[in-house]
């Protein structure tokens, strides 16, 4: 389970035609699991107040760029969210 250094992800919703929406949130790392990727020093206000479902997360760390397909996020603790990879 690698640890990414990040200081923002990146959340994207598309719909049909060319509607989308996105919202880029300042955190400390994140966790890449076998089913889900937790955010840590994240706004957890800013995340509860969404009101679309994320279709991708994605994040800068060490040159590349990870996007990664997830899931509404669920708050796991203080600054912690979990989206659960599709």
């Known amino acids: 389970m690698p640890l990414y250094q990040s200081d923002s992800i990146l959340l994207e919703a ?3 035609g060319d509607d989308t929406e996105s919202l880029r949130l300042p955190c400390g ?3 890449v ?3 889900a990727i937790v955010v840590d020093g ?3 206000r800013q995340l509860q107040s969404l009101r679309w479902t994320p279709d991708f997360l994605s ?7 990870h996007r990664y397909p997830v899931s509404r996020p669920a708050l796991v603790g203080p600054g912690q969210a979990r989206f659960a990879l599709l």
């Open 33 to 35: 699991n076998a089913g």
């Open 29 to 31: 790392s994140v966790c």
């Open 42 to 44: 994240i706004e957890l």
């Open 14 to 16: 598309y719909y049909f």
């Open 59 to 65: 994040f800068d760390a060490q040159g590349t760029r």
